[in-house]
């Protein structure tokens, strides 16, 4: 085919994996073009323009134009089968994510695995999220009987069995947004990540911002003994990995930390006793994860609820935790909340989503001591 030219990323090329798989995740990579590179440069084909937003969340620098040359297109899963089943990818496993008759499972397996030669086991999940350990049972379909995997993610490589621990691959963007903003600080931070499966978030930070120190906690002794084994995987010495409740861990920890995460958006709220008990006396970053419906009131309004949604379920995320702090009352006084950002993280069903809140936590003595000085 002849080539053909299209809007491009231009980056540094040790940086080039890392943006590469970020635009792939977000569906902005143009696959049928081949990458180009040279000795300093990586240019990456965007499937569309890339607004304003998505360029300060992916910290590119530089967009430009090129001539790329373009491959044959080659069939899709929905050639194969007529039609486009859902499925998510975890390191050399696809599992698919919503029901399929059974008689057609066979066929799909064998597309996916034709189509994605990496793939070497096709599974299919057979119950919800369940526990405190945030399992889920899988049934297998295709390919190698087993549930473990090594999943690469953001340039870190994750050990990890999918029926015995927690692991969402659609947050990577996510992911790598929030060990950005720790790496961007440039300061010695103490992080503290008080649901930590296998260390997603916690092997990225330390990888990112080398000069922090990450205390790693979960409650799923399987997903401490994988993240043990993640830190030693991607060559760490910033990681402490901590099994137990938080509820019993979290006094170890008083006035400790700058940086908290709370990924564990159905039930997050009902921690923030501890997480604050936690941040250091000055105060410090929480980020918070909730889980917000928002569905339509009026069947007939369902066209302008369907636009309405998000916008109410981001209000619906800041006002929770807002209101949660202050209902904590005197012990948590000397604290101002501070909304830094609140965005959708990812749709969790219709008119659901999951929402994310970086919320700084000021002190408020330390506030008016800054004001008497100015």
Known sequence: ???????????????????????????????????????HFIYLPLSQ???????????????????????????????????????????????????VDQSKEAAVADAI?????????????????????????????????????????????????????????????????VASQAAQTGKPEDVIDMFAGVGPFAVQIAKRAPQSRITAIDI???????????????????????EGDIRMIALRFNNTADRIIMNLPKSAYLFLREALSMLKPEGGIIHFYALEFAYSADEGEEKKERSEALDRAIEQAKERLVTTI?????????????????????????????VGVDAEMRSTEKCLKLSELE
């Open 1 to 39: 085919m002849d080539p053909e030219r299209l809007p491009c990323v231009k980056a540094a090329k040790r940086e080039g994996e890392e943006i590469r798989q970020a635009l792939l995740a977000r569906c902005l990579l143009r696959t049928d073009a081949k990458i180009i590179s040279n000795e």
């Open 49 to 99: 323009p890339l607004p304003e937003v998505e360029l300060r969340e992916l910290h590119i620098r530089e967009l430009t134009t090129r001539e790329f040359e373009i491959a044959e297109k080659r069939k899709s899963i929905e050639d194969l089968l007529g039609f486009k089943p859902a499925f998510e990818v975890v390191g050399d496993i696809a599992v698919l994510t919503e029901e």
């Open 113 to 177: 695995m034709a189509l994605h030669r990496n793939i070497k086991v096709v599974a299919k999940r057979v119950s919800a999220v369940e526990g405190v350990f945030r399992t889920r049972r899988l049934e297998h379909i295709a390919g190698e009987h087993r549930t473990e995997t090594l999943h690469t993610e953001n340039a870190c490589r994750f050990m990890l069995d999918l029926e015995t621990v927690y692991f969402n691959p659609r947050l990577a963007g996510e992911r790598r947004r």
């Open 220 to 242: 799923n002794p399987e997903a401490i003994r994988y993240l043990v084994d993640n830190i030693r995987l991607n060559r760490l010495q910033n990681v402490d990995a901590i």
């Open 326 to 354: 202050q209902a904590l009352g005197a012990e948590f006084a000397g604290y101002t909340v501070h909304i830094r950002e609140a965005r959708k993280v990812k749709t969790y069903a219709p008119y659901a989503y999951i």
